[in-house]
């Protein structure tokens, strides 16, 4: 391993993905640079407070939400701009995929400003990998409306897609959603319902619409979800 890579440089944003549920997913370079970075700029700082103390790290915290950051991304690229080394992270995952981290990144981008990804953990490529269903091709649509309409409008647009469609769903909608595909797509439409990835309830139902749709109504549904519809003509 190249040490160099393990240290922050001035005026550098790194974008760190940290475990979606199994600390041990953490990477090493990732624990590198999350324990020596000026700031890091986070979408709960009780959430990666939490992760941090686990490690043993103690760093300057700022709170990077949806509901401040437009102002806070300039003012993050602004402290990069004086040479600060900053990293953002999620809650969970790899920053940018539907949480703040976009606007950020584009800010920095815009002025000029070294962007440095530290890849690892994704429920999206987890999900993909270990789901069966075909990945030559995809649409990641992150979390659709909560409207019923709305979710019914997006499966009637896509019904013909010809790649697999992607997405992450509330626990409080899942069932719902589930009913949904199986009456707009079809009951042998395959899908995959991922829920808790790599936590201790971690589980895969994959298999038509209709037979995932049962196992589902006898699984509890707390936790996060990811689902994946494949394209029309996939068979299992």
């Known amino acids: 391993m190249d040490n160099a890579s393990l240290v922050p440089l001035p005026g550098h944003l790194y974008v760190v993905a940290t475990p979606i549920g199994n600390l041990a997913d953490l990477t090493t370079r990732a624990r590198a ?3 020596a970075v000026d700031l890091i700029a986070c979408e709960d700082t009780r959430t990666t407070g939490v992760m941090l103390t686990r490690l043993g790290i103690r760093r300057e915290l700022f709170a990077y939400h949806e509901h401040n950051e437009i102002e806070a991304a300039d003012f993050l690229a602004g402290l990069l701009a004086e040479g600060k080394s900053i990293a953002v992270v999620t809650d969970a995952g790899t920053p940018g995929l539907s949480d703040p981290g976009f606007r950020l990144v584009r800010a920095c981008r815009k002025r000029g400003l070294p962007v440095v990804p530290v890849p690892g953990p994704s429920a999206l490529t987890a999900v993909l990998s270990a789901s069966g269903l075909p990945t ?7 979390f659709l409306p909560s409207k019923s309409s709305a979710r019914r409008a997006f499966l009637d647009q896509y019904r013909d897609f010809p790649y697999t469609l992607a997405l992450y769903e509330s ?4 069932g719902k959603f589930a009913d949904e595909i199986g009456e707009k797509l079809g009951p042998e439409r395959v899908i995959c319902v991922a829920k808790e990835v790599t936590k201790l ?8 619409a209709e037979a995932v749709r049962q196992r589902l109504a006898k699984t509890s549904l707390k936790g996060e979800f990811v689902v994946l519809i494949a394209p029309a003509d996939f068979v299992l």
């Open 201 to 208: 309830h971690e589980a895969f139902l994959v298999g038509p």
């Open 171 to 174: 626990c409080h909608r899942i």
């Open 33 to 35: 640079i999350l324990g």
């Open 136 to 142: 030559n091709g995809f649409l990641f649509v992150g």
